[in-house]
């Protein structure tokens, strides 16, 4: 789908463009986490290395239960009547604290290396995820050193820096940067918190906490659930969640895993559109990030392969999006839900939405990131 619906055409002189003051090039922003009063206390019993471990970790646990996940999940009918699909339920992660579903991995990280005595955690960024991990370091009471691209001007790096965290510009892409963290990891002995390392099973874990919230306010597995999708952490953790609940009959059926991402910009979608059998990298010179794109386009999906065993074992599908088409649904939903969310997260939608006439009016999810 490249247009919004018709009966929106007649705004389409009004619709956002770049240049346009709704610059959210990895803008994502939640609620933030007001230490200053109700989680002061556990942050002083996090930070007091006198105190026994245990005491410690709860503490830190205590603040993940009370601002981390449990995010909202609405039905979005003014979106139905747009798109004429009927239950479209919208599950936005935008209200974590920093705005996306990152959080959940950064604090279950920083948790981690809480518990293993590290003092200094490292990670690749392009924004976002930098964020999340800086906060959650924070809070730990452990040093963050995060490398970011030198060619990517992140609006996000003050917040980071406010955080405590060390920047490092590191020359290449991404995909370097994350090479470059975890060669650091390695020699200086911290903790890797990259994707693609030893620490996956946590983060799918992490990631899986999406499908048992989904579950929770539909006492069952909905019919499709669609994600936008870089690395492809994302959608393998929610897929081996729907797992979990399905072997432990929990859900009636396994959901139908969709993907979505930048077009031609990402390994993942490539591989199921051309029928591979594994991801194949992409051309790195040939990847051309944009203020919409960022946050998805990949060379090289490092857990690529998870998220296309989840979309075919499902019998999903994938399909790219054109940041156009990002921007005019990203505007659908906040003039018609009133969700401000990251252009680039609707690329889940715009998958689903792309095979509308093939699907039954069931429940469908749309997993969401945003400002507020």
């Not at 055409?9 to 230490?35: F, H, V, W």
């Not at 609006?155 to 995909?175: A, C, F, H, N």
């Not at 591979?276 to 386009?297: A, G, H």
Request: charged share 25%; net charge negative.
């Amino acid at each position: 789908m490249e247009e919004l619906p018709k009966q929106s055409d007649q705004n389409s002189s009004q619709l956002l463009t770049p240049e346009m003051p709704y610059d959210l090039i990895d803008g994502a922003a939640g609620e933030g986490l007001d230490l200053s009063a109700e989680f002061e206390k556990q942050r002083k019993i996090i930070a007091d290395k006198s105190l026994y471990l245990e005491d410690r970790l709860e503490a830190f646990e205590d603040i993940i239960d009370s601002e981390v996940g449990d995010t909202s999940m609405v039905r979005a009918r003014n979106i139905e009547r747009e798109v004429g699909a009927r239950q479209i339920f919208l599950k936005f992660e935008g209200g974590n604290p920093t705005g996306t579903q990152k959080d959940r991995i950064a604090f279950a990280q920083a948790m981690d290396a809480l518990r293993r005595g590290f003092d200094t955690m490292t990670l690749a960024t392009c924004g976002n995820y930098g964020v999340a991990c800086s906060l959650a370091a924070s809070i730990a009471n452990i040093k963050c050193k995060i490398f970011v691209p030198e060619n990517y001007h992140t609006k996000r790096i003050k917040e980071m820096t406010d955080l405590g965290s060390e920047i490092i510009r590191v020359p290449g892409d991404y995909e370097r940067a994350v090479e470059v963290s975890s060669e650091v990891a390695f020699t200086e002995e911290l903790y890797d918190a990259n994707p693609g390392g030893t620490n996956i099973t946590l983060q799918l874990k992490a990631y899986g906490e999406i499908a048992y919230e989904i579950y929770d306010e539909l006492s069952d597995a909905p019919s499709i659930v669609a994600v936008p999708v870089s690395n492809g952490t994302t959608i393998a953790g929610i897929y081996k969640g729907f797992l979990s609940l399905y072997r432990r009959g929990k859900t009636s059926k396994m959901p139908k895993i969709v993907a979505g991402s930048s077009f031609k910009k990402n390994p993942i979608i490539q591989a199921f559109l051309l029928n591979k059998e594994t991801c194949e990298d992409l051309i790195p010179d040939k990847i051309k990030e944009s203020k919409i794109n960022e946050p998805l386009i990949n060379w090289h999906s490092i857990d690529g392969d998870l998220a296309l065993d989840a979309i075919r074992k499902t019998n999903g599908w994938a399909a790219d999006a054109t940041d156009k088409t990002m921007l005019n649904f990203s505007k659908l939903i906040r003039e018609k839900e009133g969700m401000f969310v990251l252009p680039a997260s609707t690329a889940g939608l715009i998958a689903l939405l792309s095979k509308k006439e093939t699907i039954s009016n069931d429940r469908f999810v749309v997993v969401l990131t945003g400002r507020k």
